[in-house]
Each structure stands twice: as C-alpha cells, then as structure tokens.
C-alpha cells in the first residue's frame, strides 16, 4: 500500500491507503462524529467496477467505536436528469391547505362606513409567497386614515395545533400577533391586547380577522373588532382578493 497523510483546511487530517499497482483506495482513518461527539474512524472499500469509464466502489465497510456498517451499492448512474422537485423538503399539511392564497392578487379595498355598511375605498396589490417551506408570507399596503404598509407571516405551530400570523407594520415599527384554526374554507384568526385610550377605565380590544376562499382565483378578508370580549364582533373592513391574470401580469 502507498500511505497517503492528507490535512483538510479546517486542520483534520486523513490517512488514505492506495493500491501501489491500481491506486484505488483500500482504506482510509478518518475523524468521525457519533452523537455529536468526534470518534476516530476507518473505512474500507472493494467491489470495484467501471462506470462509463469510471472505477467507482460499490462496497464501503465503516467502522467506528462499537460500531461496523456496511454500504452495498446496487447500481451507479453518471449524470442522470432528476427532478430537482425531489430535494426540496415537504410542508406540513396543514401549512398546505394555505396554498390557495399564494400568488399575485389585485385587492379590493372596503370599510365599513357610518351606516354601518361597507363602502369602497380603491384598490391595491398583494404578493403572497412561500418565503421558505413552512412559512407563508403576504406584503402589502394600503391607506386607511393613514398608510399600512404591512408585512403579514402565516405559521403552523403543532404544539398548539394552531395556526398563527405576525403582522408587523412598517409605518408603525409594530410587530401584532394572531392564531386561530381553519375549518373548511374559514381560517379565523384573533388577538386580544388592552387600549389604553382611557386610562381610568381601560377597554379590552379584540381584533379578529377572518379569511374565506371563494374559489382558487379569490378569497375574501374581513377584519372585526370586539370590546366584549368576543361576543359581539364589529366589522371595520373586508378585503376581497381577486388573482392578477397573465394579461395584467404582462403589463405591469
């Protein structure tokens, strides 16, 4: 055997066993990691075979304190076409059925007036995305007395088995949480926080947000306020999602 000594750049080192008359590796003593702790390693290889011209191992034998496993491969395939799909980590079932509200919608924007019914206020854009596997995430603005410009995150939390919301609003530096459940097509989601508009006599304020999917092109938002705790809730607004179509996706 030739007896190779190999130092990585983060200082580990190897010893690396060659065949003086074919150079493919019979050994190799290496560090390795078993429950979090370093151990020292050997590895062991045979089963040689060409592939596409390439001498590849398809038998590893690793052993390691008490330890011995043994890798068999069955086949090798250089350069196949895979479907990057297949690494990419699956979400919680429950963070899927939000799915319907990823995308790029046109809003319509309503408040509820002194007659106690909505009138509407314009419009505006929403982008809702999956900002990573298990986390939803919706940007969008819009003025009521003065500007929201929101940033709202969607979560799962499976202790709880509740579905949860962190609004922050950029033109008050605040960070507002919800949670709640989805049952069929309503995921209702609530708070509850203290006003202090009256010191003397502080009222407890609600706020509940309820979102409907009409269908996979629309769903409907609707924002109500309860100063009971919940059991009268005041709608203040409703927000009614319609998905931007390839035409008005061209022109913007």
Known sequence: ????????????????????????????????VD???PVPAEMYFDDFREVDGII??????????????????????????????????????????????????????????????????????SCIKFAS??????????????????????????????????AFNDFTSTFDMFQGELKGNVLVMEDTQVSYSDKANPTRMCRQFTYTKIDSNQFTVENKVSTDEGKIWKPQARLTYTRKTENTLSKK
Do not use: H
């Open 35 to 37: 429950f979090a702790q």
């Open 133 to 166: 596997t298990n986390l939803l995430q919706e940007q969008i603005s819009y003025e009521n007395g003065f500007p929201n410009k929101l940033n709202i995150n969607f979560t799962y939390n499976a202790e709880t088995q509740k579905y949860r919301i962190a």
């Open 1 to 32: 055997m030739y007896v190779l000594k190999l130092t990585r750049e983060d200082g580990k080192s190897e010893k690396w066993y060659l065949n003086t008359k074919t150079y493919l590796e019979y050994k190799c003593e290496a560090p390795w």
């Open 56 to 125: 590849l191992t398809f038998f590893i034998e690793r052993t390691f304190w008490q330890r011995d496993r043994i890798t068999q491969i069955e086949s090798v395939e250089l350069n196949p076409k895979i479907d990057k799909s297949l690494f990419a980590m699956p979400k919680r079932k429950e963070i899927s059925k939000l799915a319907f509200m990823e995308g790029d919608w046109d809003v319509k924007l309503e408040f509820m007036g002194r007659r106690g019914t909505y009138c509407e206020q314009g419009s505006t854009e």
